[in-house]
């Protein structure tokens, strides 16, 4: 079956530029989960959606970043205001969260963001 | 806190040589999982096995096999035969068996010559 899908692949934009980034969890897929991988800070979470639960944002490096998931499907990371810092590849992945088991989460190909 | 050490950045390997990853984890809880993940040259990371605390048997996958020890720590990843399609960065990870979010190590890049 299809896995999961993020758009755009890349994306270019300039300092203090809003950006929005898309994911597309794995069918079936209730929890989603937002990585950014950067050569100095390594692979980090950035938060969580499960169902209609709150999200965990607590990977969230600052107010500037924000998510929302509509209709337990489709997620969408905004960055406003951004900075060169922010230049990174940000991962997508989904998982079949069911309550008593463990899951495996499953990657997308990233976003890679650069911010001139 | 939770924290992966992959103390190894790079490794470089003639084809058909074996080459073994080490990945140390800390963390306080007594149950936890332990990930393998594979992330080759076009980006995406790429699911290679879960293990839980629990369960120390190693696994063998193909070319593929883990060596779990639970007394040191440690969930090292060894492949054989190494192919120059091995060439990728591996990366190690570990959850809390109630968290959300893995923590993942630095990862190792391999680099399979022929």
């Known amino acids: 079956g299809a896995g999961v899908s993020q758009s755009p692949s890349n994306k270019v934009t300039e300092k203090g530029k809003d950006v929005e980034l898309r994911c597309d969890p794995i069918?079936?897929?209730?929890?989603l989960y937002w990585y950014r991988q950067s050569l100095g800070q390594g692979l980090e979470f950035l938060i969580y959606?499960?169902?209609?639960?709150?999200?965990?944002k607590s990977g969230l490096p600052s107010d500037r970043f924000s998510a929302e998931r509509t209709g337990g499907s489709v997620s969408t990371l905004t960055i406003q205001r951004t900075q060169q810092e922010d230049s990174a590849v940000y991962l997508c992945?989904?998982?079949?969260?069911?309550?008593?088991?463990?899951?495996?989460?499953?990657f997308g190909p990233g976003t890679r963001l650069t911010v001139l | 806190a939770q924290k992966v050490t992959q103390a190894q950045t790079e490794i470089s390997v003639v084809e058909k040589e074996d080459v073994t990853l080490d990945c140390v984890y800390e963390?306080?809880?007594?149950?936890?999982?332990l990930f393998w993940y594979k992330q080759p040259p076009s980006g995406e990371l790429v699911f290679l096995i879960r293990?839980?605390?629990?369960?120390?048997q190693n696994e063998i996958s193909g070319r593929y096999s883990w060596n779990f020890q639970k007394s040191t720590s440690s969930f090292n990843f060894t492949i054989t035969a190494s192919q120059v399609v091995d060439s990728a960065v591996y990366f190690c990870?570990?959850?809390?068996?109630?968290?959300?979010?893995?923590?993942f190590g630095g990862g190792t890049r391999v680099l399979v010559k022929p």
């Open positions: 293990r839980n605390s629990f369960d120390e």
């Open positions: 992945a989904s998982s079949r969260r069911v309550a008593g088991t463990t899951d495996t989460q499953y």
């Open positions: 990870a570990l959850r809390k068996a109630a968290g959300n979010k893995l923590t």
């Open positions: 069918s079936g897929h209730t929890a």
């Open positions: 959606f499960q169902g209609n639960s709150a999200p965990d």
């Open positions: 963390t306080r809880d007594t149950t936890y999982y």
